[in-house]
Structures are given as structure tokens and as C-alpha cells.
Nanobody
Framework: QVQLVESGGGLVQAGGSLRLSCVAS????????MGWYRQAPGKQRELVAA???????NYADSVKGRFTISRDNARNRVYLQMNSLKPEDTAVYYC??????????????????WGQGTQVTVSS
């Protein structure tokens, strides 16, 4: 099947930067929208940023001007550059994608494929 694997999380001071990466692997036919979500303790998972296959993007208001999402279609990767980090950005960040793939020569679609998450902690 397919899987998403995130990397790049860690501990950073307020005002610092981190870059998250996510790679999709498996017998992939195509990937449509890709995005990053986050979930802080006691809160619901929320969309941080998303990017269509065409490259068009959208961002949560709380991260506009600080975060940049990008993707590499040839390598099935999506990135999230996070600058000017704030303590309220602390959360587990999850990669998400809409993927078409082959299983036993049959094409299948996953509208909601998730990675395992990577922790981002911003200290004040």
C-alpha cells in the first residue's frame, strides 16, 4: 500500500525556524492535495496549510506570513517551512495526502492518508 513519513520536528526557541518534510512511498499512481495538520494537547486537529498538485496553496490565518508549504511532485514530497515560531505553534504535526495507488494491479484511492506525526515544541 502507501504510507506517509514525516521528519524534521524538534525543540526550538520562540522566533526560531524548523522545516518539516513528508515523503509518500508505495505503488503510487498520483498524489492530489497534500497538507499539514497539527494537534495540540486538548485541542482538535486543525489544518495548517495545504497545497494542490497545481501548486496553489492555502493557510490557516494563524500561520500566514510565517509558514510556507511546498511540494516536489517528482519525489512525492511535501515540505513545511516554519519561521518566527511561537509557543502556540507547539503541537504534533501530521502530513496528509489524497493518493491514488495500485494494489495487485487494481487502482485504489485514499482520500485521507495520514502520517504518524512529528512533534514540534516551541519554548518561550
Amino acid at each position: 500500500q502507501v504510507q506517509l513519513v514525516e521528519s524534521g520536528g524538534g525543540l526550538v526557541q520562540a522566533g526560531g525556524s524548523l522545516r518539516l518534510s513528508c515523503v509518500a512511498s508505495g505503488t503510487i499512481f498520483s498524489i492530489n492535495a497534500m497538507g499539514w495538520y497539527r494537534q495540540a494537547p486538548g485541542k482538535q486537529r486543525e489544518l495548517v496549510a495545504a497545497v494542490a498538485r497545481s501548486g496553489s496553496t492555502n493557510y490557516a490565518d494563524s500561520v500566514k506570513g510565517r509558514f510556507t508549504i511546498s511540494r516536489d511532485n517528482a519525489r512525492n514530497r511535501v515540505y513545511l517551512q516554519m519561521n518566527s515560531l511561537k509557543p502556540e505553534d507547539t503541537a504534533v504535526y501530521y502530513c496528509n495526502a489524497e493518493i491514488s495507488y495500485y494494489e495487485n494491479y487494481v487502482r485504489r484511492d485514499i482520500s485521507d492518508c495520514w502520517g504518524q506525526g512529528t512533534q514540534v515544541t516551541v519554548s518561550s
